[in-house]
């Protein structure tokens, strides 16, 4: 270097800099070793000068740190050391007594080649710059960002589960729209089958004891022979088919009686959905709901699937089983109907927390992705025209909502559908319900 | 990417270039070997003019698709420019025990990457600057990207238009399964000097 610098100037700031500044020789005897290094080490420039650095220094990595020196002299070129990926060289107190923080200095260093006249490496000079501050506030910076990202990532699960909740709202919302129209169409209706009901009763009867009556008169016909009446009642029972009238009356009388009967089912589904019948809260176990269930469909599954059980032990849960085994039917009967010949209906049970849960899977056609969310609408069939009404699965939905449950659905392409039920042990007093 | 540009270096300054690096890469082997006691192999380097825009294909186009780290380190001084060193991922245990490291987590990985490309930047850019009889400072290198396909590294609207000098070397340990991409680049507003530099040793030979 050259300047009006005078040796004791340099000197003086290469003691004074407050960067730690000491150099090697081949050796890795120590030739150079400023006030900095003396203050942070507590080893005096007096005790280690002329000494191997790694014999004053036992703690230093050694066999990296002299293939590092080593890399110097070879190369002539510089070397470095990071805080991020090595936080010290030497383990020196921080500036940081009172506030704390980190449990030693971070340093950056840097290996400088000094070269002597022929051009090789004479010393190795090494600088190490307390980068303590730095990296605290680096690795206060990293925690907030992860913090941040965590806070980020909970705000999309919670905008996520606010969607779902939406979407159930305006379920129930539908459904309580539609339930209210229930209760009046059913109350409405419930007179009406009613006094018809009876009257076809009544009618059946006043039949019956008209064609016992004619049957009589029938008797009577071979001596009517001789009078020109014969002629003309033959000839009216012909104009009517009497035979046919009188077979065919009591069919239209058993017909009209089914008719009724699907109206009379089609008003207690409208009224199990609109919650008109309130069965009392009980403790119950789910298994026997499904089991029982299960008996009064035996019939008709018995020549469409096999029934795999998986239960899990199930602790009995607080609720009003005829309405799960009126959820349960309605399942079963739409698995059943989803088989085309014939296949498996698989009934899972299970626990987790303070939720049971029961799953029935099908083997059937499934459900197309784009029917998925209106399923539960009330009145929404893909059933042929008689054999269902769209009211199943809504009224399942509302039961288990009333029960402070909820029910998903999961359908893999080409695969059946499985229902699965959530349903608390005990539910909540706030509900009130 | 080859068409002529103003800018660029002469055909001749070129092939001096050419020259100097290819006795860089010679003297950058023999220390690298001194070093580590094994001998490498630095490929003879591979010299070009493009726009900045197109750093990021010509890296994936030497490198290939598979995901890498890489260490990027500035010089400084008579030239000014970046090297980035490119490693393929998950071969930091083969240089471990060169370097003096026992077993290397992943932190000390890193450290690894860094201490390997410096050591690779310092003796062919050393090698190269010492010919052109050039004096160049290093600064200390850093972690670009970890696990990263080439492509990636440097996102496009990070980097300034205008030209730059590409010059690529690939290094291989040759009894070891490891090989990194070493790439130099310059800006257009150095070729003036390293022009003039190139000139002043043609006219010494």
Redesign the interface.
């Known amino acids: 270097m050259s300047g009006p610098f005078s040796p004791a100037l340099l000197e003086f700031i290469v003691d004074r800099v407050e960067v730690g500044i000491f150099a090697v020789d081949r050796d890795c005897h120590i030739v150079l070793w400023n006030r900095f290094m003396a203050l942070h080490s507590q080893q005096s420039e007096a005790t280690v000068l002329g000494r191997n650095l790694f014999d004053c220094f036992p703690e230093l990595p050694r066999k990296w740190l002299e293939r590092k020196i080593e890399s110097v002299f070879i190369l002539k070129n510089y070397a470095f050391t990071s805080w991020e990926q090595r936080p010290f060289l030497f383990r020196f107190q921080h500036n940081r007594p009172i506030t704390g923080g980190v449990d030693a200095m971070r340093q950056n260093c840097t290996f400088l080649p000094q070269k002597g006249s022929s051009g090789e490496v004479e010393l190795v000079c090494v600088t190490l710059v307390d980068f303590t501050d730095t990296a605290m506030f680096q690795t206060q910076l990293t925690a907030a960002i992860t913090e941040l990202e965590k806070e980020k990532r909970a705000q999309q699960e919670l905008i996520g589960k606010l969607e779902d909740t939406q979407n159930q709202l305006i379920q129930s919302e539908k459904l309580a729209a539609v339930g209210q129209l229930a209760a009046g169409v059913a109350h409405e209706i419930n007179n009406p089958i009613g006094f018809v009901n009876s009257n076809l009763a009544s009618l059946e009867r006043y039949l019956r004891d008209l064609f016992s009556l004619l049957a009589i008169y029938e008797k009577a016909e071979p001596r009517l022979a001789e009078l020109a009446l014969l002629a003309s009642i033959q000839e009216a029972k012909a104009a009517i088919d009497y035979a046919f009238l009188r077979e065919d009356s009591s069919a239209l009388i058993v017909e009209s009686r089914e008719g009724l009967n699907r109206v009379k089912r089609i008003v207690q589904d409208l009224k199990a959905f609109a919650r008109i019948d309130e069965s009392s809260l009980q403790l119950a176990d789910l298994h026997n709901c499904l089991d029982s269930t299960l008996a009064v469909l035996a019939s008709d599954l018995r020549d469409k699937a096999e029934i795999v059980r998986e239960y899990a032990a199930l602790p009995l849960i607080e609720c009003m089983p005829a309405q799960l085994n009126q959820v349960f039917m309605n399942l079963l009967t739409n698995a059943q109907q989803a088989i085309v010949e014939r296949g498996r209906i698989t009934l899972r049970t299970g626990c987790e927390g303070n939720m049971v849960w029961a799953e029935i899977g099908d083997s059937g056609i499934g459900i197309p992705a784009a029917n998925l969310t209106r399923i539960f609408e009330p009145f929404f069939t893909t059933k042929a025209v008689g054999a269902g009404q769209g009211l199943g699965l809504s009224v399942a939905y509302s039961i288990i909502a009333r029960h402070q449950g909820r029910i998903e659905v999961s359908c893999a392409a080409g695969q059946g559908a499985v229902f699965r039920i959530w349903l608390p042990v005990q539910r909540q007093a706030a509900d009130g319900s | 990417m080859t068409d002529i540009h103003p800018a660029d270096l002469s055909g001749d300054q070129r092939d001096a270039l050419q020259e100097i690096a290819n006795i860089g890469m010679g003297q950058a082997g023999a220390?690298?070997a001194?070093?580590w006691g094994e001998f490498v192999q630095l490929s003879v380097p591979c010299i070009a003019h493009l726009d900045r825009q197109n750093i990021p294909a010509m890296l994936a186009r030497f490198v290939g698709d598979e995901t890498v780290h890489a260490v990027r380190q500035a010089f400084h001084g008579q030239f000014r420019g970046e090297v980035i060193v490119v490693f393929s991922a998950g071969r930091g245990d083969q240089l471990a025990a060169l370097?003096?490291?026992?077993e290397a987590d992943s932190?000390?990985e890193?450290?690894l990457l860094?201490?390997v490309a410096?050591?690779l930047v310092?003796?062919c850019l050393?090698g190269i600057a010492e010919t052109l009889a050039a004096d160049i400072?290093?600064s200390?290198?850093?972690v670009m990207g970890l696990d990263v396909p080439p492509s990636q590294l440097i996102p496009p609207d990070e980097l300034v238009s205008g030209r730059a000098l590409f010059l690529k070397v690939r290094f291989t340990l040759e009894k070891k399964s490891f090989a990194s991409h070493l790439v130099v680049l310059m800006p257009a507003d150095e070729f003036a000097v390293l022009g003039a530099a190139l000139d002043k040793f043609i006219g010494a030979i």
């Open positions: 220390s690298i001194k070093i370097m003096g490291y026992d932190v000390e890193q450290e860094l201490d410096n050591i310092g003796a050393g400072g290093f200390a290198p850093s």
